[in-house]
C-alpha cells in the first residue's frame, strides 16, 4: 500500500498541514489504502475525517494537535452548551459530539501507531479555573480520536496527552486493540477521561498507563451509542491508571447492558475511586471480573469529584425519577489488595444480586483532612451531594447475595477512632 509523507505534500503543494492531511488522506483513499506519515515536527490539524485502510503513523518528535479556529474543528456546528450549573451536578451527555479531531464513522481496518504526540491543547476549552478542577466552556467538548461503528482497530504505542474531554470515544465499534499506550490529561480538568469503550465489543486493551481526571477506563452504553448492541467482551489487562474520579468505571451511562467484562493484573494508584460500577438507566450488568488489582485511593475535593477514597463502590439507583432500572449480578473481585480513605461501599434499589469478594485485603488509612463521614451516589435524582453516614470496611445496603470469602483487612490508628464497625450489611 502507500506511503505518504505529509511533510513532503506540504512541500510539493506549498500548503499548510491541514490541507496536507487532508489531501495525502484522499490519495490513501482513492488507493484503497496506505500510511500517512508524520516525521519529527508540530502539526496543527482541524477535523480529520480517516478512511479504511489506513495507517495514521507519528515517528519520534512527531506532535499532531487541533488547529486553534473552533469552526475548523466543528463537524456538524451545532449550538454549544454552554455551563450554567456545575458537570458534576449535571453529566446528562447523549454521547454524540459535534467537535471532532480524528474521526471515522463505518469504517474498516484503521491505526494509529508510532511514537509520537497527539495533543489535544486542553487550554483552548478552559471556562472557570478553581483550585482543585477546571471546567470546560461548554458541554460535550472534543474528544482526540472517535471511532463510531467502525472494525478492525489499532491504537498502539503513542502517547495522547492534555485531552480537554473523553480521550478515545470508540462507538459501536468493534474488533478493537489497544496497547501500549500513554495518556496524560491534566488531573484538574473535568471529564477527560482516558478510554471509553461504548456500546462496543471485542476489546483488547493493554499496557495502558493513563492519568486522568473523571474517568481513566470507562465502559459506556449512552442513548446514542445504543443503538449499537450492547458492551461486551471487553478484556483489559497489565495497565496502570490514576483518575481524580474512578480509575476503573462502568456507567453512569447504562442505558443498553454490559456482558463479559474483565479487569486483570491493574495498578491503581493516587486516585479518588478504584473500581466503580454506577448504573443509572435501564441496562443490566452481567458477568465482570476484576482480578489481580492493586488500588490505591485517597479522598479529592469532595464536591467536584465523585467517589469519597472507596477502594471499590457498586451503586444502582434512579438517573431520574421515572428512570426503570436495570439489573447488576454476577460480579467477582478476586485477589485485590486495597490501601484507601474508605472502605468498600455498595448502595443499591434492591437490584444487586451475587457479588463475590474472594481473597480481598483492605488497609484503611487516613491520608487527608476530608470528612471520612460521606458517601457518593451522584448522579441521582433525589440529591446533588455526597450523603452522610458512619465510616464502615464494607458497607452495603439492598443486595441480594453477597459471597465474602478470605475478606482480610487492617485499620491503621490514624483512622481507627472513626470507623464505626467493621461490617454494615443491610439486605
Not at 61 to 86: M, Q, T
Amino acid at each position: 500500500m502507500i506511503k505518504i509523507e505529509i511533510k513532503k505534500i506540504m512541500q510539493k503543494f506549498n500548503i499548510n498541514s491541514y490541507d496536507a492531511a487532508l489531501k495525502a488522506i484522499s490519495i490513501i483513499k482513492k488507493n484503497k489504502g496506505g500510511t500517512l506519515i508524520f516525521n519529527k515536527g508540530i502539526y496543527s490539524l482541524g477535523y480529520i475525517e480517516l478512511c479504511s485502510n489506513i495507517n495514521i503513523h507519528l515517528n519520534k518528535g512527531a506532535v499532531i494537535s487541533p488547529i486553534d479556529d473552533f469552526n475548523l474543528l466543528d463537524k456538524y456546528h451545532r449550538e454549544k452548551g454552554y455551563l450554567n450549573r456545575p458537570t458534576w451536578e449535571n453529566c446528562d451527555y447523549d454521547g454524540n459530539p459535534s467537535m471532532f479531531f480524528l474521526y471515522a464513522k463505518n469504517k474498516k481496518n484503521i491505526k494509529i501507531t508510532g511514537s509520537g504526540i497527539i495533543n489535544g491543547k486542553e487550554k483552548m476549552f478552559y471556562g472557570k479555573v478553581m483550585k482543585d478542577a477546571i471546567e470546560g466552556a461548554f458541554y460535550p467538548r472534543m474528544p482526540l480520536i472517535y471511532f463510531e461503528g467502525c472494525k478492525n482497530i489499532i491504537i498502539k504505542n503513542i502517547l495522547l496527552k492534555k485531552s480537554a474531554f473523553w480521550t478515545i470515544h470508540l462507538v459501536g465499534s468493534k474488533n478493537i486493540l489497544i496497547r501500549n499506550i500513554k495518556i496524560r490529561n491534566n488531573i484538574k480538568m473535568l471529564n477527560c477521561d482516558g478510554i471509553d469503550p461504548d456500546s462496543s465489543q471485542n476489546i483488547i486493551i493493554d499496557n495502558a498507563d493513563i492519568v486522568s481526571a473523571d474517568d481513566s477506563i470507562v465502559i459506556k452504553s449512552t442513548k446514542y451509542g445504543n443503538k449499537y448492541g450492547n458492551s461486551k467482551n471487553i478484556y483489559v489487562r497489565n495497565s496502570k491508571l490514576q483518575s481524580t474520579s474512578a480509575a476503573i468505571k462502568i456507567g453512569t451511562e447504562t442505558v443498553g447492558s454490559f456482558n463479559n467484562i474483565t479487569f486483570e493484573n491493574i495498578d491503581i494508584h493516587d486516585s479518588n475511586r478504584g473500581i466503580s460500577i454506577q448504573s443509572r438507566d435501564c441496562g443490566n450488568i452481567n458477568n465482570l471480573l476484576f482480578k489481580n488489582i492493586n488500588i490505591d485511593t485517597h479522598r479529592y475535593n469532595p464536591l467536584m469529584w465523585w467517589g469519597k477514597g472507596e477502594g471499590i463502590a457498586i451503586t444502582c439507583v434512579n438517573r431520574y425519577e421515572d428512570t426503570i432500572l436495570g439489573k447488576i449480578k454476577n460480579i467477582t473481585f478476586e485477589n485485590i489488595n486495597i490501601n484507601s480513605e474508605n472502605g468498600i461501599y455498595i448502595n443499591s434499589l434492591n437490584n444487586i444480586k451475587n457479588i463475590n469478594f474472594n481473597n480481598v485485603y483492605l488497609n484503611l488509612n487516613k491520608k487527608t483532612n476530608y470528612n471520612h463521614h460521606l458517601y457518593d451516589l451522584r448522579p441521582y435524582y433525589k440529591i446533588n451531594e455526597p450523603i452522610k453516614d458512619n465510616l464502615y470496611l464494607f458497607n452495603s445496603n439492598g443486595v441480594k447475595k453477597i459471597n465474602i470469602n478470605n475478606f482480610k483487612y487492617d485499620i491503621n490508628d490514624n483512622i481507627k477512632k472513626l470507623v464505626k464497625d467493621i461490617y454494615k450489611i443491610i439486605k
